[in-house]
Structure formats: structure tokens, C-alpha cells
């Protein structure tokens, strides 16, 4: 059968007089763009391979390489976008659906860009964290919700498992398989170096990443992938993982073509073999299911862990909450709509789940409502791009933020968004070998904690302008936030004011 | 000292250091002006074998057997870097017959060349360490 | 405070320098030596003759070299006599020189074969030393006819030398092909057709039967005219000063590994000498500069109080004749003698590896020489060959026939 014609996505642009047939292009690149004619002592390109992943731009010497997008589009048409009539012709082709990997990328609000930050004025000192001190610290766990004294009056210490961030970002989970070993070894190396936590997914725990167990979050998912006794000892607290918020109600895939290897012995599966997760935990229909699944995995890790329940953000988000913070979890993680994934249908990643920022300013009021804030901590994930959105989070009542787009990319992802094709040109989301060892955790963890200490730096310095000297004390302030453009319905949604109110 | 180590574990193979070698060494400061058409003379080479590669070049070996071999005594330490002059060399080619590594070579013009560590060009410092993409090439005493 | 004194002023004697400064920064070193020039590069007499370096750039060591390392050079002078008992050495004008420990360093003596009628030829030259290159360039021009006896490495590198600025050259031996002692015939073949295209004329398995004046009878019948005579027939080590006190001498002066001659406290080194070859298992004259310098500096080691040995000597060549180069190591062991050989040729290159008893034992490449070293390393090393990949190596010499843990250490990599 013919298939219809596809134009290349992007072109690339070679300028010839800067070339100097180094070949570099040639050999970095997994997808095979790029091939060297020894007759005409040319480079040539196969655009139709071509991801934009700027690999070869990158390491171009003499920059003769730029990716550009295809000029040659279809008709215009508002309604029938030049991507909406390929996707039409890609499955009229294949009859398959359309996969994609990493985060939703389209236009829809992005709530963070429309809340602004306070500072003060005249009225109130703002703080300068270079001369003074300024606290980034956070515990993460239930806190109790009162100061208990004995019959002596002395202090009850009774506060269960708590997490010691030294700010309060962590690496959300994304497992081994879906990403490489080295891209583990850099995310597990610097969140050491950092005092965070990085989290290892659904795929298991790799032999030699237990050394860094005090940082790490070990992950349960409906697969039950590579979990066993000394696993969930090892890590720092356990996350059930009953959602994505890039592919909420569905489960994942991960082809047996990366079953390989390590990652097979990881995820204790036979080499070769599909890895499904089912979309439900097959034990968990209800609250009291979860409860059950909690309880087992802190019998199991003796109560010395919290336990972390994850959820993608969903419409009854804040009634879900609340199930789960009665359920004896002691954190719960919500993940936005437009997290990331390294491999999601398209239709699902694009078009299912809520914006993380609607979502956690409900799920906070909510449970504040009901009086059982303290019961749990608040993680959110879901497309934190930066500083201030930890910042926004915090005032709009998170604990702390769990990032993972925002790592890969300091590890060198140009966000061309083919995870699922397996060949990673950054030797991120890849298992090939030839690709892995292009990410080399010296520089992958150091690019890491340079992000971290960047952030914990602006984080100080928006804190300080607020004339606040720690994130408990931004926890949950929103009156430091207010909105702009945005409408009535939003602004009590996330319970802030207008700009200018 | 400090010397060019390379970990084949990271090196990708890419041969970027080969290019950055001649070009640092070209005495051109426009990479295009210094490497376009023509072929290049790098004094670290990649070497290749079953999906393994990685960089070689000189060693600066302690007792070097290089300089001990050298008819025209063009080669010579310095300050522990074995140099080379050229305007000694006549290219007979004896120290490529002792280097253990392989790590000299004839050059452009007959006579040998090797790496010097980028000591004598204007980079200062190993240019193949500094346009390493995956730090495989590493400038550093052990 | 020792008296250390060389006898000879060539590599081996800077080596020896070096090697005893190393140990001993304070006593004086006595060089004598019979010519007029500082420690020079022997083997580029041919190159300065092509023009591709002068007498100033062959100078082996830099301009204050015997100044700064505290040599006493006495120029001119010959050593005639060894009063080992009394440890002197006694040269051509009567001087006593004492020393606590001696280096003989005379190198060797072209060797001329008493042919009939040699005297009736004026122009006639050795080629060994700056002194034979300069006589030789000032008897030439661009009409002159060289004839040269013997087709070694001296005959056919003042060949090369004088191709460009005379009109005529004819090189004789008396063995069948060219470079007999470094190459065998298939391999002096594609040498000769080189040399030749250079227009380098040969008369081979002939030698000459007497000489009158400008015409040489060879005895083949040809009659070579000729207005120069290069005699390069051959070398004779110098062995006489160590022979006439009872040392043992052999075609060179017998040494150890620690370049210790028959008596105490006289060492010898560099083309004078004759060692172990450890390719071939036999003591061998090896008269390479390589392993002059490395005998000198081992015996300078050793005569200053030091603990060196050099245990490890081949012979090795490496030679280029316009453009075409040949390098050569080690002993060629045949099928006959139990070895094996691997070869790969074409038009304008030849590689050919000898194997036997589970190493390298030698190799002749012409043409294609990149990255030979590796090849010499692992003859010298003695490798086994079931440590590498084989394989591969025959392939092209590069450090991925090594085990990768070989490979690391070698790179100093990450173990």
C-alpha cells in the first residue's frame, strides 16, 4: 500500500561555505540524517529523518548547520492546521495511534505566566539574602497538629518519617528504561550533592544507585516493576504512583525492543518482553484499597519512610486529595497537564488532565477546608520551568516541586520530543549503548546541581524581595501572588486577587 | 605534570579533537579558513575497533624513546613535554618507528609532528581536552 | 669526585653525558675526541648534501651543551692506548688522562677493501662524517658522474643526497639486490625500482675489479666511468684501544646489559660495540643510533653509581628514499627456520610480519609506515601474540590490539 506523502517536517540548512566535511554530523546522528558522498565530497541530508534535535548543530565546529522548519505547508487553514491534516495522514497510513513523547506542547494557558509576585515597598524591609540569612529548607511528611507535652511538660516527639530537602525541588520520577543509566547516575549523583531526592519510576532500582538511597525515592507503579524487599529499603520513602499527569487514566509501554540488559534484570521481566503497566492498580478501586497499599508498603519499610501517593491532575483533583490524605499516605504528588513522558498517545498527553497550578490551589483549599492540611505534604510536578514557578507553587500552598523536564534538559535534551523512537541523540532517553555514553554523568550531574544552585539562588532572592526569609513562611501565602488577565472564575480558583486589587 | 588522558568510555568517536588539533595548531584563527579542503594533519588521532574508540596522542612518557631515538636531535624535553623542532626534523622517520602509542606522525610537510600539548600554539591548553564534547579527553596530573 | 672519561664524541658519548649526569652533577667529564666538530648528527650528512638541513641544524645537542654539563672536550685528539692498570687513557700528542671510569665510544671505521688500482683514483671518499661530506660536496658539481661501491644504507642515502647536483650516479654491490642487510629481495626490488625512477643507476651482483684512474673494471666486464668514487662497502667497528689490553672483543666490543666491557671500570657503548640482540637471541654489532644513545646513557648510569640496564636492543631501521620510506625491526625467521609470516603487498608497498614461537619476531613495511612503533614495541616487549589480538594486529598496527585493561594502563586511562 502507498502511503500519502508526509513533506519533511524540518529542513536542513547546510552552509556550505563553513563545511568543512568533518563528518561530525555524520556520526552523531542515530537517525542517519546526515551521510557523506565521497564522489561529490558532499554532505547530504535525508530530511525525512530529521527530528530537530540539534545534535549536529551542536556539535557542528564550524556552525555550517542550522534545522529549520519547513517552509513548503499545506494550504492555510484555521481550522484544518498543516499538523492536524499530517497526523490525519500518518494514521490513514499506518492505522495506528499517534504516539508522542514529553509534554503537551500546545497553546493552552500556562497559569504561571499570568501570576506575578509581590515585593515590598517602603512599608515592610525587603530581605537581601547575600547579608542575611535565608532559609530553603523543607520537610516533607505529615506534621502533627499540635505540640504535645507529657504529663512533665516535656515535648511528645512523636513527628512521623519526614524528607530533608535543602530546597524544596526534587527530580520526579522517570524510570530506568525509559531513560539511560547515565542519565540516572546524573540525576542520582547531583541530588546527592544537592540534599534532594530524585525519584527512580516505575522501572526499578539499578544494583549500583543504591549508594545513593538517602536521595532517593524508589517508586511503585501498577506494573510493579523491579519492587522487592531490599528495594523499597533502600530508597528514602516510596511513591505509589497511581498517575502521570502527561497521560492521566492510562498506563504505560515500554517496547521489549529496550527490555535489555540491566534494564530486564532491573525490572526483573525477561529480556525481550513488553513492559505494561495496567492503567489501574488491579488491588486499588477505592480509598480504602490505596489505604491497604499504603499500610502494606509501610509494614514493609517498618514506618521509617513516608509514603508518597502520586496522582495526575484530574478534574476532582481536590476531592481525591482528600481521599488520599486520609488514607494514611504522608505526601501526595500531583502531576500537571503538561508534564512529560517518554512515550504517551498523543491524544491522551495533548487533550486529558488539568493545569497543575488550577489544580493545586484547590487540592490546598480543600484540604485546608477540611482541616487536614497537615495530614499530608504537597508535591506538584507538571511543567516547573523555573524559579519562579517554585516560587508560585510554594505561595499557592505546595510543599515543594518535583521537576523532571527541567532536569533532562540541563542534561542536554533538546526537547524534539522523540523519546519514543529509543534513539536519543543526547543519550538520554535512549538504551543504545553507542548513545548512552554520550551523556557522561560528570558533566550531566554537575549541569544538574548548577541548575539547583541557580534556582536556590533566585528563590532566595524572590523570597527576600517578599520580605520572606524561608519557604514555610511562602508556604501557602497567596496573598504574595496576584493575577493578570485572567478571569473571576480562575482568580478564586486559585484563590488570588486580580494585579491592581 | 599535566597530561592529555582520554577515558574511551565517554569518547563517542565523534572526532571532533582530530579537527580542533589541526586547527589549533594551524596558526589560522577562522577554523573554515584553516581546515577547508584540504586534508588535515591532527596530532591526536581516534582509533576505532569494535564500537570502542578513543583518542591517542602522545604520552610524554617519563624516558621517552622517542627523543633517545631522534637521528637530528629535534626532539628534546622541555619542561617534561616532549617537543619537537621542526626546523630540525629532516622526517626520516625513526621516531614514528620506536613511538610505542603510534602517537607521531608524518605531517603536512614531511617532517614529523606530535602533540605538544598545545603548549607552543596559541590555545595555551590542549585543544582537543577543551572541545571534547563528553569530557573523554581529560588535561590533568595523576 | 670522579674522573669520568669518553673516548668518542658521537651519540653514544652524549648519551653517556647524560646518562652519568643523572647521577653526578659535580665531576668533570673528559670527551676526546678525534674530530673538530661538537656532537653532531652523523646520519644527516646526507640530508645536508640534499640541502634539507646545514651543518648548524645537524648539531645534536644545543650551543652551551658541554659547558653546561661540565665536559671537558678535547678536540682533535685520538686515544691510542688504555693503561688500564694505572686507568689512563693515552692519546695521539702523549697526555696521560686518568680516570675512575672510562667509556669507549669510538664508534666505527669505514671499511675499505684493498681493490687493485685504488690509488690511481684522485677523487675518492668515504661517507661517515662531516669531514667526508664536506670533501665530497666540493668535488662535485653538476657534470660530475659518482660511482659508489655499495648499495647499504651509507652508499644509498649519499645517493640520495647527491641525486639532485650531479649529472650521473652509479651504485654497485656485490650482493644481488640493494640494502641486503635490512631487506630481502622482493622487498629491495620495489626499493630499487623507486630509486631508480629517481634516476639512480645499479649494477648488482658485480663488484669492481680493479680500478684505473677514472674508470672503474668491474667484473662482470661492464667499465664504469666515473669522475668520484664513494667507497661504501662498509663499517668495522673500533675495537682496537679494548683489544690490545686483553678485553674480549668479538666483531665489536663485548658488552653486558649494563654496558660493561671484559674490564672493570671501562664501559663501551654505541657502534664500537656488540650486544644481545633480543629479536634473534644473538649478540649482534647493532649500529643504529637509537641504541647508541641508549648504551651510552645506561653506561653513563652505571658509571656514575647509578643501577641502569639496556636489555632490550633490536635492530631497527627506519629509511626513506625520496619520499618512499622502509622500516624494518628484528629478525626475519622463514617458514624453513619455524616461523610464520603474514604479507600484504601492492604497486607501491610492501608489509610483511614474522611470527615465531608465539611473538613478533620481526617486519618489513615499504610504503605504508604510519604507527610502525607499535609493531617494534611489541618485538621489544616481547609481547605473546596470544595477548593481543592478533588479528587485528596484522591488520594495522594500533592500540586496539591490546586487552582493553593493556589499552587503558597504556593510556593511563581510568582503570
Known sequence: MQNIYINPEFEVIRNENRCIKCRVCERQCANEVHSYDADLNLLISDETKCVNCQRCVSLCPTKALKIVKNDCRLRENANWSDSTIKEIYKQASSGGVLLSSMGNPNPLPVYWDKILIN???????????????????????????????????????????????????????????????????????????LGILYNTGEGGLHEDFYCYGKNTIVQVASGRFGVHKDYLEAGAAVEIKMGQGAKPGIGGHLPGAKIVGDVSRTRMIPEGSDAISPAPHHDIYSIEDLRQLVFSLKEATEYQKPIIVKVAAVHNIAAIASGIARSGADIIAIDGFRGGTGAAPTRIRDNVGIPIELALASVDSRLREEGIRNNVSLVVGGSIRSASDVVKAIALGADACYIATAAVLALGCHLCRTCQTGKCNWGIATQNPELVKRLNPDIGSQHLINLMTAWKHEIKELMGGMGINSIEALKGNRLMLRGVGLNDRELSILGISHAGE | MKKVYVDEKWCLGCHLCEYNCAFANSGISNMVKALKNKPIYPRVHIEESDKITYAVSCRHCEDPICVKSCISGALSIKDGVICIDHDKCIGCLTCILVCPYGAVAQGENGVVQKCELCLENSCGSPACVAGCPNNAIIYEER | MKKYVIIGNGVAAAGCIEGIRTQDTASEITVISEENHPVYCRPLISYCLEGKTTIEKMNYREKDYYLNNGCNVLYGKQAIKIDDKHKLVITNSGDEIPYDELCIATGSSPFVPPFPGLETVDKKFSFMTIDDMQALEHAINKNTRVFIVGAGLIGLKCAEGLADRVSEITVCDLADRILSSILDEECAALMQKHLEKHGIKFLLGDSVATFDKNTAKMNSGTDVAFDVLVLAVGVRANTALLKEIGGEVNRGILINDKMQTSIAHIYAAGDCTEGDDISSGQKKVLAILPNAYIQGKCAGINMAGGEAVFDNAIPMNSIGFFGLHAMTAGSYPTKQDGGEVYEEKGDSFIK???????????????????????????????????????AMLKKSPSLAIFLPETRRKKLGGVL
Request: glycine share 6%; proline share 8%; with cysteine.
Open chain 3, 352 to 390: 610483511r610480519l614474522y611470527m615465531k614461537d608465539g611473538f613478533l619476531a620481526g617486519y618489513i613495511l615499504i610504503g605504508k609506515v604510519d604507527r610502525a612503533g607499535i609493531y617494534t614495541s611489541l618485538i621489544r616487549e616481547k609481547m605473546p601474540l596470544t595477548d593481543i589480538d592478533a
Open chain 1, 119 to 193: 515585593a515590598s515597598q517602603v512599608t515592610n524591609p525587603p530581605i537581601d539574602p547575600l547579608r542575611e540569612p535565608m532559609e530553603t529548607k523543607v520537610f516533607l511528611g505529615k506534621k502533627p497538629e499540635k505540640v504535645q507535652r507529657d504529663k512533665n511538660g516535656n515535648l511528645i516527639c512523636n513527628t512521623p518519617p519526614q524528607l530533608e530537602l535543602s530546597m524544596p525541588v526534587m527530580f520526579s520520577a522517570m524510570s530506568y528504561g525509559s531513560i539511560s543509566y547515565n542519565a540516572h547516575a546524573s540525576l542520582a549523583r547531583a541530588a546527592t550533592e
